[in-house]
């Protein structure tokens, strides 16, 4: 994903200043060399309600795209957390040393989890993924010798959980690269360049008002770089705050 569509605050400045000027360029530029004929003016309108309602249709569905993966992801947390507590219970099925250890590591994991869903810096990444794929390699090392000193049911049902607990955390990668596509970003910002175009050349009179001017622009970056917060997991205002893995860390440290 680009960067500048990551960061809905730089995207929102910029897509003002690009939709300002198309605006201005059709209102003091395209109006002065090829002015719209009176007789056209229907036509013209036509052409540009048509233009706008299609542009307000992708905005609708891009919308409605980036609502269905923020609730994804809400959703995919709560099964994380519900994974790793399930499994924690379940630890208390093991007999031996091998109990505590992995609900030592579970704890360890969820705040990985945690640190996870709250940093911001993409460097840090790494090292967090790193550490997580370290203690998943331990956990799932511990239920394995687990199952195969004692292959029963009891110890099935705690390897069970644990591939939960590495699939619900597989699951939540995946939903978090799933993004709008660029091509379709780059598709709708072009049909708003236009928009804005058609919307400062269709102005009436021989002097425009500034207010008007800057209705459309301003509105437009505004949905755009909402559907961008919406979007961006990790660079807009409106993120998936892990509470359930936050009710979990306190229930566990009771």
């Known amino acids: 994903m680009h960067p500048l569509i990551a960061h809905p605050a730089i995207l929102f400045v910029v897509l003002l200043a690009l939709m300002g000027i198309a605006t201005a360029i ?28 299609l542009l307000a249709l992708l905005i609708g569905f891009t919308l409605s795209m980036a609502v269905g993966r923020y609730d994804q992801r809400k959703n995919l947390e709560e099964e994380e957390a519900n994974a790793i507590g399930t499994e924690y219970l379940r630890a208390d099925l093991v007999e031996g040393p ?29 090292e967090i993924a790193a550490a997580t794929a370290r203690i998943e390699d331990a956990m799932w090392a511990t239920v394995r010798g ?11 049902l705690v390897v069970a959980g644990m591939n939960d607990v590495i699939n619900s955390q597989g699951y939540t990668e995946a939903a978090w690269l799933n993004r709008i596509p ?9 049909i708003a360049f236009f928009s804005n ?17 800057f209705v459309l622009p301003l509105t437009v970056s505004l949905s ?9 997991p990790r660079g807009g205002l409106i993120r998936v705050a892990p509470q359930n893995l936050y009710n979990l860390e306190a229930a566990l440290k009771r």
């Open 224 to 232: 755009l770089a909402l559907i961008s917060d919406i979007d961006s």
């Open 146 to 156: 687990v199952a195969r000193d004692k292959p029963n049911p009891i110890t099935a």
């Open 197 to 213: 175009l058609m919307q400062g050349y269709g102005m009436r009179g021989p002097r425009v008002k500034l207010t008007l001017l």
């Open 98 to 126: 091998e109990a505590a250890r992995i609900k030592t590591l579970l704890v360890q994991y969820l705040d990985q989890r945690i640190i996870y869903y709250r940093t911001r810096d993409s460097d840090a990444l790494q």
């Open 182 to 190: 660029l091509a379709a970003w780059c598709l709708m910002i072009a």
């Open 26 to 53: 059709g209102a003091l530029v395209m109006r002065r060399l090829h002015p719209l004929p009176a007789d056209n003016r229907d036509d013209f309108n036509l052409v540009q309600g048509a233009t706008l309602t």
